[in-house]
């Protein structure tokens, strides 16, 4: 799994400062309570002083074992009697205690296999609210497709209905996010507009970053756009390189409303570099467009063309404009 590393970083550093203050307030209570109370000071001073004592008795002696066992009962007594003084005087047992929010890693981020849990799901959380953010369709899930949008009527070209169509593409979509990770593929998502391919592509979008992956979701306008302010340096130039980055290495891929952007020796050069270098890393991406099929070369290469048609599977839209029912009905 991918984690964009300055994410991670990000969120290192956040654990870091969280500890340092929670170390800070355990201090001060610590610091508080032995004014009031003498004798926890006492039992912290002989707690320190046991340590050091069993430090040198392991470096020492040869017959390390009775003593050491001798302290530990000591060492325990001692935390028995700190506790018991707490809760005498109201106090929770662990009150001087430094807190934490993760007893796996006690908030280092790391554990002896690598990187804790609690920091991937932090960059999971962190990264499905930034992609929120860019998805235009809020909060719609799988959940909340409706089917009864599309036409039963059969289509005259195909002899199936939108309904039928509409059906086989939301399977298709739900099964691509369920499995993501553990299979490769690419979708071309074709057809006119209002047809759902937003919709279904940002339900991929949100699931996949649930289960962990880093998605990138934009429309190829703005995409072209960064490719624009990273070659020609123009604009913020070290967020279009990021943004870059972020389209070429993430773990899924969505370009929404291609071919909507200005024809052009540019942009097809863009979308062929993106296109390979996700191809060559065997990364997942998902087109959506209004173009067909047919329409790829003539509108881009015949380089693009075949790259898309032999590499991703094919989803067509078909029927009526389904914002147009959903507006019509509000009514
Ligand atoms: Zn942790």
Same mark, same amino acid.
């Given at each position: 799994m991918a984690?964009?590393?300055?994410?991670?970083?990000? /969120?290192?550093?956040? #654990?870091?400062?969280?500890?340092?203050?929670?170390?800070?307030? +355990?201090?001060?209570?610590?610091?508080?309570?032995?004014?009031?109370?003498?004798?926890?000071?006492?039992?912290?001073?002989?707690?320190? *002083?046991? &340590?050091?004592?069993?430090?040198?008795?392991? =470096?020492?002696? $040869? $017959?390390t074992d009775s003593a050491i066992a001798a302290l530990r009962d000591r060492n325990l007594a001692l935390q028995d009697e700190k506790r018991h003084i707490l809760l005498e005087n109201g106090y929770p047992a662990d009150y001087l205690a430094v807190a934490c929010d993760c007893p796996a890693c006690r908030d280092t981020g790391y554990v002896e296999s690598g990187l804790c849990d609690c920091v991937r799901r932090r960059a999971a959380a962190e990264q499905k609210k930034d992609l929120s953010s860019l998805l235009p369709v809020d909060r719609e899930t799988f959940d909340t497709f409706r089917l009864d949008y599309y036409s039963t009527q059969p289509d005259s070209r195909s002899g199936i209905s939108p309904r039928e169509m509409a059906k086989f593409n939301y399977q298709k979509c739900s099964s691509f996010a369920e499995t993501f990770g553990?299979?490769?593929? $690419?979708?071309?998502?074709?057809?006119? *507009?209002?047809?759902?391919?937003? =919709? %279904?592509?940002?339900? /991929?979008?949100?699931?996949?970053?649930?289960?962990?992956?880093?998605?990138?979701?934009?429309?190829?306008?703005?995409?072209?756009?960064?490719?624009?302010?990273?070659?020609?340096?123009?604009?913020d130039f070290s967020a279009a390189s990021q943004a870059l980055a972020r389209f070429r290495n993430a773990d899924l891929l969505i370009v929404d409303d291609l071919g909507t952007e200005l024809p052009g020796a540019f942009h097809t050069s863009?979308?062929?570099?993106?296109?390979?270098?996700?191809? #060559? +890393?065997?990364?997942?991406? /998902?087109?959506?467009? $209004? %173009?067909?099929?047919?329409?790829?070369?003539?509108?881009? &290469?015949? *380089?693009?063309?075949?790259?898309? %048609?032999?590499?991703?599977?094919?989803?067509?839209?078909?029927?009526?404009? /389904?914002?147009?029912?959903?507006?019509?009905?509000?009514?």
């Amino acid at each position: 799994m991918a984690y964009d590393r300055a994410l991670i970083s990000r /969120i290192l550093r956040q #654990m870091e400062q969280q500890r340092q203050q929670h170390e800070a307030e +355990a201090e001060e209570r610590r610091y508080r309570l032995t004014h009031t109370i003498p004798r926890l000071g006492e039992i912290d001073r002989e707690l320190r *002083a046991t &340590s050091a004592k069993a430090m040198r008795i392991a =470096f020492e002696s $040869n $017959n390390t074992d009775s003593a050491i066992a001798a302290l530990r009962d000591r060492n325990l007594a001692l935390q028995d009697e700190k506790r018991h003084i707490l809760l005498e005087n109201g106090y929770p047992a662990d009150y001087l205690a430094v807190a934490c929010d993760c007893p796996a890693c006690r908030d280092t981020g790391y554990v002896e296999s690598g990187l804790c849990d609690c920091v991937r799901r932090r960059a999971a959380a962190e990264q499905k609210k930034d992609l929120s953010s860019l998805l235009p369709v809020d909060r719609e899930t799988f959940d909340t497709f409706r089917l009864d949008y599309y036409s039963t009527q059969p289509d005259s070209r195909s002899g199936i209905s939108p309904r039928e169509m509409a059906k086989f593409n939301y399977q298709k979509c739900s099964s691509f996010a369920e499995t993501f990770g553990a299979s490769y593929e $690419n979708l071309l998502l074709y057809g006119a *507009a209002g047809l759902g391919k937003t =919709f %279904l592509s940002s339900c /991929i979008a949100r699931r996949v970053t649930e289960r962990g992956f880093s998605v990138t979701y934009d429309t190829a306008i703005s995409i072209f756009d960064q490719y624009n302010n990273a070659k020609f340096k123009s604009g913020d130039f070290s967020a279009a390189s990021q943004a870059l980055a972020r389209f070429r290495n993430a773990d899924l891929l969505i370009v929404d409303d291609l071919g909507t952007e200005l024809p052009g020796a540019f942009h097809t050069s863009c979308l062929y570099d993106l296109l390979s270098r996700r191809l #060559m +890393a065997r990364l997942p991406t /998902i087109l959506s467009t $209004n %173009l067909l099929p047919g329409e790829l070369e003539g509108r881009y &290469s015949a *380089a693009i063309a075949s790259r898309i %048609l032999g590499e991703f599977t094919q989803l067509r839209f078909i029927g009526d404009d /389904i914002r147009k029912i959903r507006k019509k009905q509000r009514f």
